[in-house]
């Protein structure tokens, strides 16, 4: 294996040639900044990295490479070069949330998941460019110019990962962080023809992800392939004392590698006082004998709401032969409902506005980052920082948020829209007791759009109908690539019940296995 | 007056540090003192990605605080954030509890009416919350500094009923409230430190109105007695007020001490609206029956209980004993002598007497004063023995304190030990006669009341070493 094919090769394959001794995490590094020197990282051209520092990243691995040299223990992603969205905390780089208001912002202290790549080895190339704190799903609306699409120049990569998605598509990396509210890792990962998953709620340590719906935000994994992307979220996944919110259910190998002989697998080896257990016991088929990728047994749900008459038609088609691909491993298709997929959007767009109205208050030019002098006091120095501070979509969601949650307005708004999220949640619970063991469904109504073309918010808010439904319920979603629509690639997405990624990544590996060369066709 | 024609009303909201060693929802230290902004970190000062994780010593003091307010405590309550925009406030919301607070439906009596039936004012509720930082406005010229040290800090507020109807109430009921925590060992209850701070909401109506008067809140009081005279203060603007034909107006008012009277806040109370909603970064604070049950056993004694138990244990009487339990280490202390001496009669004398006079003035804290209550009801034995004078052992514990030896030591080091020997008595009565003739004259001759000093003479010329019951003694018998 040579460094030299380095677009082409998994995570996995990286780690264990350097661990052998065969690529030194130095090669790869280079090779990583080669590669987004080629295909045009920086900001006049795809404009995917906002902060890299190439020898910063080049003295990480010579770290490795001594970690390597004295048989420490370098861990499963020993010399991968990763790239991390910029609202996830780092040491050394900036951490801009892609917006003005966090210019220059260097955090102090490292996101758990962070931590935990480079405890196994990982090396972090750059940061990715974002929608301004997460807020969008075309990274148009990054204070710091839109990201291209690498396959596609003229179309935006999605959002709000973009930058994390198209590092991964143009073969600069082969993990990417992002970050998920909405569907904003699985909706990029859609648009450039790559792996994008969002684990369970509580799954991954939140600890320095720049918060913007609390009870939505979740870390996930970009990768080229699913392995990748089980790979890197197997590093990061698990309990961490720094979040409450984070789950102390023990996390199960996902990796096809060891799949069928899961060493900790959580389904039975779940704390009976864990959020997994209260939820109810997940329907799980038996496991496949080890490097089984067949999907005999197991129960696929197509629900009707995510398959309207609407939908394009070439979508259609392209999901019908990725549903046949399944069929020919082996799996059941089940047609369900969701009945109350349709409430998702607007549910949506009043609980994350709300969260984030009050989550971005700490922005306020005292402590850090901007600060804007209007020689008018204190509140004049509010308003002139954070007018100047946030682009017109921030703005826009902290408005539409306090208003949901002010006196008079709150029991008719925010509270509805917590109600139908649990009958949202409800309706996922009903699915996966009654036998149905994952779902499929497009990830996005359509492939990528062109730069500009949407500047409607609502229409642009319709971008997540598909996507949205697995942050409000908490479950894990996976986008696979399952084919082009007018040349443009689409995405697949797995849905599964509560903590059941292992789950997840199974029927993620059959279909991308089965599908072979059409994902990309 | 107008005294006569309205009613006083109020409720007390009463803020209370919580004695944690850090704060609560990080790992910062939760002293009070250190220079400015020193305990803080990526939590409290609200940084970009940080999330704040529950303090359990936090959740174990506020629960023993509204166990011993008699409140129910609710086994689910939720955190919710407070959000409002101030320099102080680093994340722009303060995390408290809204509509699900840990604790509801307490009560505390503050005294009883003149028929002797308990006057009972209600906790409506106790709940946790997190302080905001300082701002200083008058250390730096057109400038406000910030320090964050208090940012985070663990606060209980508790909440009463409106059901305090005048200023004396106000302060017996602030009084209990911060006896009963100082007993539970939940915060140092110190307004000096800021460690509990009050405010007040104050109405008026006439004596038999149900309904209650439009509401002022009443700020900044720095001690329990301005808490009274704000209370007094705005009561009679109220009634003014209504007497000159006006409307009290809701609105929030600051006690100025040095001119002792309300001002109107500069922030204008009713445009603010908090936009409270459950804190998402925290799950619901879930507390189950047994872990509350094991809380309740392991309450520390209560003062109502403390004091019984001293009425029926020792010969004091109830003022003595409301003397002697103001604090719980002054009635541990006391307890200790009483229990060690056996003499619950001396032991208060002493304690109410020269120990607290020798702390009051060194500043010291009981608990750690010098003269342990071992100590001192050796002392006391010595006395009710006899082996020493009462004026001798007075010397001694003047001697205990300075030096820490034990009475014993102090006493026989000092020549101080009381002389019950007839003889050397005897011998000290007869130069005492012998040096002062006019008086012994007069005495021997049935002035009687002339006993007393020559008492004393001898008293000084064994230096109190002679017991003064002997003394009396041999001169009845000289007198005839």
Known sequence: MSVDNYTQLGAAAIASSVRAGDMSPTETIRASFKRANEIGA?????????????KASVSEAEEIQKRVENAADVGVLAGVPIAIKDNIASLGLPTTCGSRILTGYVSPFEATAITRLRANGAMIVAKTNMDEFAMGSSTENSAFGPTRNPLDVRCVPGGSSGGSAAAVAAGITPIALGSETGGSVRQPAAFCGVVGVKP????VSRYGLVAFASSLDQIGVIGRTVDDAALGLECIAGFDKMDSTSSDADVPIYRLAVLGKPARDARDARDPDTEAMRIGRIPVPPPPPPGETTLRGVVIGKPKEYFPDSLDTTMKDVCERALDRLRSMGATIRDISLPQSSLAIPVYYILAPAEASSNLARFDGVRYGLRVESGKGLKGMYEATRSEGFGREVTRRILLGTYVLSAGYYDAYYKKAQAVRTLIADDFRAVFSSGVHAIFTPTTPTPAFPIGAISDPYEMYLNDIFTVTANLAGVPAISVPIGRVRRLPVGGQIITAHFDEYGMFRVAYALEAALGKEAHQ | MSHERYE????????????TRTKAFCGCSADFGAPPNVNTCPVCLALPGALPVLNEHAVELAVR??????CKIDPVSVFARKNYFYPDLPKGYQISQFDQPLATGGSVVIGKTEKGSDIRIGVTRLHMEEDAGKSIHDRYPGATAIDLNRAGVPLIEVVSEPDIRSAAGAGAYLRTVKQILQYLDVSDVSMEEGSLRVDANISVRPPGQAKLGTKTEVKNMNSFSAVEKALESEFVRQCALIDAGGRVEQQTLLWDGAREAVRPSRTKEGSHDYRYFPEPDLRPLMLDEKWIDDARKKLPELPDARKKRLAAEFPISPAEIEQLTVSPALAEYFEAVARASSDGKAAYNWVM???QATIRASGE?????????????QLLSLVRDGTISHTAAKRVFAQMVETGKPAAQVAADEGLLQVGDEDAIAGWVDEVLKEHPEEANRYLSGEKKLQGVLVGFVMKKSKGRADPKRVNQLLSVRGG
């Open chain 1, 42 to 54: 920086g900001p006049d051209q795809l404009n995917i990295f906002l902060h890299a520092n190439e």
């Open chain 2, 365 to 377: 804290d009981i608990s750690r004063f010098r003269v342990r209550p071992a100590d001192l009801a």
């Open chain 2, 8 to 19: 006083m009303v109020v409720g007390l909201e009463v803020h209370v540090q919580l004695k």
């Open chain 2, 65 to 70: 605080a509204a166990l011993g307010l008699g």
């Open chain 1, 200 to 203: 369970t709620y509580g799954r």
């Open chain 2, 353 to 355: 007497g020269e120990v």
